[in-house]
């Protein structure tokens, strides 16, 4: 099987985790992991989870793909899935072998974001349209921002948040749409 990204060298077997096997790429980082062998691999991890902390994701450098890719198996077309609204890797996974293409550093990525153990939660609709969310949201406070500034968009932020669990919130937006 050739690189999907390299179209090149030969991925070579490797491991990401202890036991979870992957192809690899020597030339890019890259890994291509059957969603099999990681179900395997993350359903025997449950025991050794805890709870997850608080710890901030450092950054990570990866080498994201923004082209299409080719299933080094079957060569079809791989679908993309964003990871998350704040960083814009996208995952690479053949739907019909089940594997998933994880450009170098995005293992890391994944750990880092705490992901690595729910990693197909990310190939779901409701995962996608969350993002699609965050981002549309991000996108309407980025246009307020600009509009009225910093400090008048902290205070809406804040009348935002006492608002949402007021028990009197449908009276208070009424009267605010009115005028």
């Known amino acids: ?9 030969q991925l070579l077997p490797t491991m ?3 036991h979870l096997p992957a ?10 992991v059957s969603l099999l062998y990681y179900r395997h ?11 997850p902390d608080s710890k901030v994701a450092t950054a990570v ?58 990693m197909p939660a990310i190939f779901t609709d409701e995962w996608q349209s969350r993002i699609r ?9 980025l246009i307020l921002a600009r509009t009225i500034g910093d400090e008048p968009l902290a205070r809406v932020e804040e009348f935002k948040a006492w608002l949402a669990n007021n028990e009197h919130k449908s009276e208070i937006m009424t009267y605010l749409s009115r005028g």
């Open 41 to 51: 691999w993350a359903e025997t991890q449950k025991e050794l989870l805890q709870s």
């Open 61 to 118: 450098a990866t080498n994201d793909t923004t082209a299409a890719l080719t299933c080094p198996k079957c060569e079809r077309i791989m679908m993309k899935y964003k990871v998350s609204g704040t960083v814009s890797n996208r995952l690479d996974v053949c739907g019909l072998c089940d594997e998933a293409w994880l450009d170098g550093g995005e293992w890391e990525l994944l750990e880092a974001l705490q992901l690595s153990h729910i």
């Open 16 to 18: 990401i985790e202890e």
């Open 23 to 32: 192809m690899g790429c020597t030339t890019c980082n890259g890994s291509l």
């Open 133 to 141: 969310r965050e981002i549309a949201e991000e996108s309407r406070r």
């Open 1 to 9: 099987m050739k690189c999907p990204r390299c179209k090149s060298p």
